[in-house]
């Protein structure tokens, strides 16, 4: 099984940034493509970004150019980032670090708050 834990979430006023981490354990070996998701109450989840297991990373439209995913990636230790710049009111959510395993099991954390101010 693999563990995640996110960090990082706060109170930002707009055009403000923010970097959430997201550390994982457990199976980490067996880590394949990561992604952050976002959700607002009443609303469905939505991807963010995500990073592949080659390295690979995509953006949903409304973050391109002020988000970026990143990893750290060890034998000992997986850290995936999302660094938020220039962020908007309509960026407040709870953000949520997904993870697959090499069965294509689904892991998640148990999320980070980020709220904008205008």
């Known amino acids: 099984q693999v563990q995640l834990v996110e960090s990082g979430g706060g109170l930002v006023q707009a055009g403000g940034s923010l970097r959430l981490s997201c550390a994982a354990s457990?199976?980490?070996?067996?880590?394949?493509?990561t992604g952050w998701y976002r959700q607002v109450p009443g609303k469905q989840r939505e991807l963010v970004a995500s990073?592949?297991?080659?390295?690979?990373?995509?953006?949903a439209d409304s973050v391109k150019g002020r988000f970026t995913i990143s990893r750290s990636r060890d034998n000992a230790k997986y850290t995936v980032y999302l660094k938020m710049n220039d962020l908007k009111p309509e960026d407040t959510a709870a953000y949520y670090c997904?993870?697959?395993?090499?069965?294509?099991?689904?892991?998640w954390g148990q999320g980070t708050q980020v709220t904008v101010s205008s």
């Open positions: 997904q993870t697959r395993d090499d069965r294509r099991f689904e892991y």
């Open positions: 457990g199976r980490i070996f067996s880590i394949t493509a």
């Open positions: 990073i592949s297991s080659g390295g690979s990373t995509n953006y």
